[in-house]
C-alpha cells in the first residue's frame, strides 16, 4: 500500500509563492509515475503538472512557466514550486502515484491553497 502525505499549502497573495511536497511510503517510489493534480467545489479534479518515472513533465497550459514540478527518488518526495499565483489556482492540490505497469494508483488527502489578497 502506498500512503502520499501532501504539505506546504496556505493561504499567500496573488503574485506569490508557495512550494508543496509529497512524501511516499512506498517501497520503490522511483517506477511511479508522480503527478499533482486540483480540485475546486463542484469541478472535477484536473491535472496541473506530472513527472514521470524517467523525469520527462508536462503541464497544464494554464500553469505552464509558473510551476515547476520535481522529484528526487532518494527522498521519494515530489514537489510543486508555485510561482506568480493567481486567484483562480486556489483549490485542494491532491498529489497522485500511478504505475503505468501495474494500473495501481494512489492519491494524497490534499492540501489547500488559497491565494486571496
Known amino acids: 500500500q502506498v500512503q502520499l502525505v501532501e504539505s506546504g499549502g496556505g493561504l499567500v497573495h496573488p503574485g506569490g509563492s508557495l512550494r508543496l511536497s509529497c512524501a511516499a511510503s512506498?517501497?520503490?517510489?522511483?517506477?511511479?509515475?508522480m503527478g499533482w493534480y486540483r480540485q475546486t467545489p463542484g469541478n472535477q479534479r484536473e491535472l496541473v503538472a506530472r513527472?514521470?518515472?524517467?523525469?520527462?513533465?508536462n503541464y497544464a497550459d494554464s500553469v505552464k512557466g509558473r510551476f515547476t514540478i520535481s522529484r528526487d527518488n532518494s527522498k521519494k518526495m515530489v514537489d510543486l514550486q508555485m510561482n506568480s499565483l493567481k486567484v483562480e489556482d486556489s483549490a485542494v492540490y491532491y498529489c497522485?502515484?500511478?504505475?503505468?505497469?501495474?494500473?495501481?494508483?494512489?492519491w494524497g488527502t490534499g492540501t489547500l491553497v488559497t491565494v486571496s489578497s
Open positions: 497522485n502515484a500511478a504505475n503505468t505497469y501495474s494500473g495501481s494508483d494512489y
Open positions: 512506498v517501497g520503490i517510489f522511483s517506477i511511479y509515475d
Open positions: 513527472i514521470t518515472s524517467g523525469g520527462t513533465t
